[in-house]
T-cell receptor, first 110, second 115 residues
Framework: GESVGLHLPTLSVQEGDNSIINCAYS??????FIWYKQESGKGPQFIID?????DKRQGQRVTVLLNKTVKHLSLQIAATQPGDSAVYFC?????????FGKGTRLHILP | DTGVSQNPRHKITKRGQNVTFRCDPI?????LYWYRQTLGQGPEFLTY????????KSRLLSDRFSAERPKGSFSTLEIQRTEQGDSAMYLC?????????????FGPGTRLLVL
């Protein structure tokens, strides 16, 4: 079936290192792919999105890569900080809705 | 604070009781969405409004659930005859008017526990 999901439920990264969170999707018809960050007790916070006709987009300390050939999406966080500790969701747009995957928890090691 | 607000933040109720949640979107955002999120899962779409019109409802939204947005501003989500399976975080999001994808901004959610 059509779904958006993540490869790993938990990722531990040393503070200062780069983090890479991966996501596989199956719906090729989605127009946008989005990354959200959710901290404990809060709603999801938009990080960055990428249109389906692009393969890379950069923001502040974050980069999203889209590989349509293998239907793979990744979020790279540069110089990971303690404040980056959260659950990260990839999501896709479908008919004015956002379909979320299950999430990856990012742990920052001191 | 000009973000999306939700009230209450937490609600504990007994099975069979009715509950109502409120969402105040970002000012002038025409679209308002409701999602449900259970532990360890991503938010699941429930329904959304364009101004006061409810445009779509998910199959997850049983007939015990009803949402309104009477004046095109705030919205309420009511759950009648609550069941333990209704325990979840209920999230609201809003976005500017548009016929294509627009970034959705989420509120902090209302956490419901049905005993």
């Amino acid at each position: 079936g059509e779904s958006v999901g993540l490869h790993l439920p938990t990722l531990s990264v040393q503070e200062g290192d780069n983090s890479i969170i991966n996501c596989a999707y199956s719906n090729s018809a989605s127009d946008y792919f989005i990354w959200y960050k959710q901290e404990s007790g809060k709603g999801p916070q938009f990080i960055i999105d990428i249109r389906s006709n692009m393969d890379k987009r950069q923001g502040q300390r974050v980069t999203v890569l889209l590989n349509k050939t293998v239907k793979h999406l990744s979020l790279q966080i540069a110089a990971t900080q303690p404040g980056d500790s959260a659950v990260y969701f990839c999501a896709e747009t479908r008919d004015d809705k956002i379909i979320f995957g299950k999430g990856t928890r990012l742990h920052i090691l001191p | 604070d000009t973000g999306v607000s939700q009230n209450p933040r937490h609600k504990i109720t007994k099975r069979g009781q009715n509950v109502t949640f409120r969402c105040d979107p970002i000012s002038e955002h025409n679209r308002l969405y409701w999602y449900r999120q259970t532990l360890g899962q991503g938010p699941e779409f429930l329904t959304y409004f364009q101004n006061e019109a409810q445009l779509e409802k998910s199959r997850l939204l049983s007939d015990r659930f009803s949402a309104e947005r009477p004046k095109g501003s705030f919205s309420t989500l009511e759950i009648q005859r609550t069941e333990q399976g209704d325990s979840a975080m209920y999230l609201c999001a809003s976005s500017p008017r548009g016929t294509t994808y627009e970034t959705q901004y989420f509120g902090p959610g209302t956490r419901l526990l049905v005993l």
